[in-house]
């Protein structure tokens, strides 16, 4: 229990409602589709499997397809090429060159071509600048948006990411006052009162979740709105203050990459050594891997691995043109130092892949424990206030949102899988169905006289939408239950059973009525009566 | 009948003062004290911790400040050090921009 003078107690009471209401409904956006993008990877593989799932994405000989790719594509684009894991297990390399858009801004330009790692083949390639081939990828669309939404709420740079980041700030305030004004800390940890009041046992489990859920919901606020700042705010002052405005100087202080400059022509990388050298020192998959002035002397190779069993932090080994082995390094700059070391750790703390699956069900439970903390907290604060028009609205807009969200994220599929099977463009059409969905739910919650009524709707269209998305899926991507077995396709089965399930426990739900709403006076007998 | 004395009014300027103080104030000290930190924070061996241990920190800089201007009870202290803070690293960061060529 932490003791304060009884000012200091109402103060941080105070921050701690209107910092969690005022951004409440922004945040609960934020940590549902959070929640959400955990599973990111799972999406795109379910969303666009190939015939069959490859073990992995990086096969032996994976190097020599994307050289055998390289011909394809014209040689200005030649300077730099990225590779890394796609939808579906599919390879994609993006070979191109640095340029600047007519604003003055760097961007990259150049060809991606994408690699079946099974057949070694080209399946897939597209031309434009960086942002227009990300625009372009379908497989990856459906994940993209659930991400996008998450990172910056489908708002231009540098707004959306500078949002999402004070809404981080937001958090971890009332993450910090709510382990303040918690005055029996660990006694709220355990107590779960069976009341008659239905309300009292609401906030109990508010409290129990939240209590539970502090140190998680600390920590996340904490990474999101370091990658929120960092690079919308955080690098370009740097720049600014420190580097006369070179925003690219600041990034080769930071990588820490040696510099060279050697325009001799050579032999395209030898990408392959590299790859089966950096496998036997990390004992893991590569992450992605850079090739820096491909086809020159000093050809420069970054091979980034994911995280061994057990281990929390990518390692980093460094190639030349022939792919001898140069070093390792940090992730930041050319030796070890705590600069590094706190950012290696920033990017497992915040997406929790570290260990696997079992990790990111752990990331995902917590996140939605946070999600269930941050809607009852809205219901609970909102019931309270009843009586006061503007709270009765904003309660309102909570049900509205709490449960339209969830479903409104479904439809966004609705919209992604016609476009897969029949094409279109997938943006508007996801975004259409996405909205459609949440100011339907927004616009019911406000149109019915009852709450309680308005839930009930909501909870049975989002289970219909659970449980239809699989055949959805079935008929978008044309590959059956069937076919994902011969194929090995992992993913396609667990989310496909997963969503059949949350489908089922939504109907459930709708037989329990919501404690908190038998509150409200819109949930209670009408008032005419 | 004991009587018991009522409650100062609340004072609205000193509240709006708070809250200024609490809100933009606070944020945009803590960000001229990430930038300006990378100034004479030591760079270590890889040359790169003035830059990343700011902006790493810059959500628990935030927090302090916001924290700090809210339970300060000598309000024009914690003006004084929000204040302090801002300009001193405000000042480091001009020194640099006018130092460096663009």
């Known amino acids: 229990m932490i003791r304060l003078p009884q000012r200091e107690t109402r103060t941080l009471l105070a921050v701690h409602g209107w910092?969690?209401?005022?951004?409440?409904?922004?945040?609960?956006?934020?940590?549902?589709?959070?929640?959400?993008?955990?599973?990111?990877?799972?999406?795109?593989?379910?969303?666009?499997?190939?015939?069959?799932?490859?073990?992995?994405?990086?096969?032996?000989?994976?190097?020599?397809?994307?050289?055998?790719?390289?011909?394809?594509?014209?040689?200005?684009?030649?300077?730099?090429?990225?590779?890394?894991?796609?939808?579906?297990?599919?390879?994609?390399?993006?070979?191109?060159?640095?340029?600047?858009?007519?604003?003055?801004?760097?961007?990259?330009?150049?060809?991606?071509?994408?690699?079946?790692?099974?057949?070694?083949?080209?399946?897939?390639?597209?031309?434009?600048?960086?942002?227009?081939?990300?625009?372009?990828?379908?497989?990856?669309a459906l994940a993209h948006f659930i991400v996008d939404l998450h990172v910056r709420l489908h708002l231009p740079n540098p707004w959306g990411l500078l949002l999402t980041g004070i809404l981080g700030l937001a958090m971890m305030l009332a993450a910090v006052t709510g382990f303040v004004i918690h005055r029996h800390l660990f006694k709220e940890l355990f107590t779960l009162r069976r009341h008659k009041d239905r309300m009292l046992?609401?906030?109990?489990?508010?409290?129990?979740?939240?209590?539970?859920?502090?140190?998680?919901?600390?920590?996340?606020?904490?990474?999101?709105?370091?990658?929120?700042?960092?690079?919308?705010?955080?690098?370009?002052?740097?720049?600014?203050?420190?580097?006369?405005?070179?925003?690219?100087?600041?990034?080769?202080?930071?990588?820490?990459?040696?510099?060279?400059?050697?325009?001799?022509?050579?032999?395209?990388?030898?990408?392959d050594r590299a790859l089966d050298d950096a496998r036997q020192r990390a004992g893991s998959d590569p992450w992605y891997i850079l090739s820096e002035h491909w086809g020159r002397a000093d050809a420069l190779q970054t091979v980034v691995m994911l995280p061994a069993s057990g281990t929390l932090r990518n390692r980093t080994f460094l190639y030349d043109a022939a792919g001898r082995f140069m070093q390792e390094k940090p992730l930041l700059g050319s030796v070890p130092s705590s600069g590094a070391a706190v950012y290696s750790l920033m990017g497992p703390l915040h997406f929790g892949n570290f260990a696997g699956v079992l990790s990111k069900a752990a990331w995902f439970a917590l996140g939605f424990a946070g999600a269930y903390v941050t809607f009852t907290g809205l219901l609970l604060w909102t019931t309270?206030?009843?009586?006061?028009?503007?709270?009765?609205?904003?309660?309102?807009?909570?049900?509205g949102l709490g449960y339209g969200l969830p479903l409104a994220l479904i439809m966004a599929a609705y919209g992604y899988f016609p476009v897969v099977r029949l094409g279109g463009d997938v943006h508007v059409m996801m975004m259409t169905a996405f909205l459609a969905g949440l100011l339907g739910a927004l616009l019911l919650a406000n149109l019915l006289r009852q709450l309680a009524d308005s839930r009930r709707i909501l909870l049975s269209l989002t289970a219909l939408a659970l449980i239809g998305l699989p055949w959805l899926r079935w008929i978008g991507t044309g590959v059956s239950w069937i076919d994902a077995a011969h194929g090995g396709l992992n993913a396609v089965f667990a989310i496909d059973l997963g969503l059949s399930i949350a489908g089922l426990l939504c109907l459930r739900a709708v037989r329990r009525p919501s404690p908190a709403m038998k509150r409200l006076p819109s949930a209670q007998a009408s008032p005419a009566t | 009948m004991t009587q018991t004395a009522a409650p100062p009014p609340p004072n609205r300027a000193r509240a709006w003062s708070r809250g200024v103080?609490?809100?933009?104030?606070?944020?945009?000290?803590?960000?001229?004290?990430?930038?300006?930190?990378?100034?004479?924070?030591?760079?270590?061996?890889?040359?790169?911790?003035?830059?990343?241990?700011?902006?790493?920190?810059?959500?628990?800089?935030?927090?302090?400040?916001?924290l700090y201007s809210c339970l300060d009870v000598r309000l024009g202290r914690a003006w004084l050090v929000a204040l302090g803070l801002a300009l001193s690293h405000g000042a480091l960061i001009a020194n640099s921009m006018m130092s460096t060529p663009a």
């Open chain 1, 201 to 271: 046992s609401t906030r109990d489990a508010h409290v129990i979740a939240g209590t539970w859920n502090l140190p998680f919901a600390f920590i996340l606020a904490f990474t999101g709105s370091f990658f929120s700042f960092a690079s919308s705010f955080g690098i370009p002052a740097m720049a600014m203050a420190a580097f006369g405005g070179d925003r690219d100087k600041v990034i080769e202080v930071l990588i820490g990459n040696p510099a060279a400059n050697d325009p001799t022509p050579a032999p395209p990388p030898a990408l």
């Open chain 2, 21 to 66: 103080l609490m809100g933009p104030v606070s944020f945009i000290a803590a960000a001229l004290v990430m930038v300006g930190s990378a100034l004479w924070l030591p760079k270590g061996p890889a040359g790169i911790d003035n830059l990343v241990w700011p902006i790493v920190l810059f959500p628990l800089l935030w927090t302090a400040m916001f």
């Open chain 1, 384 to 399: 309270r206030r009843e009586d006061q028009p503007a709270w009765r609205y904003l309660g309102r807009s909570v049900t």
């Open chain 1, 19 to 140: 910092s969690a209401v005022l951004l409440g409904l922004l945040l609960y956006a934020v940590i549902v589709t959070g929640v959400a993008s955990v599973f990111t990877d799972e999406i795109a593989d379910w969303s666009s499997p190939l015939p069959s799932q490859a073990d992995t994405a990086w096969p032996q000989g994976i190097g020599s397809a994307i050289q055998h790719a390289a011909q394809t594509v014209d040689p200005q684009f030649h300077e730099d090429m990225i590779a890394f894991r796609q939808a579906g297990g599919r390879m994609q390399a993006f070979f191109h060159k640095h340029d600047t858009d007519p604003a003055g801004k760097p961007i990259e330009r150049g060809v991606v071509t994408v690699i079946d790692p099974q057949s070694r083949q080209i399946i897939e390639r597209r031309e434009g600048t960086d942002e227009e081939i990300g625009e372009m990828n379908l497989p990856n």
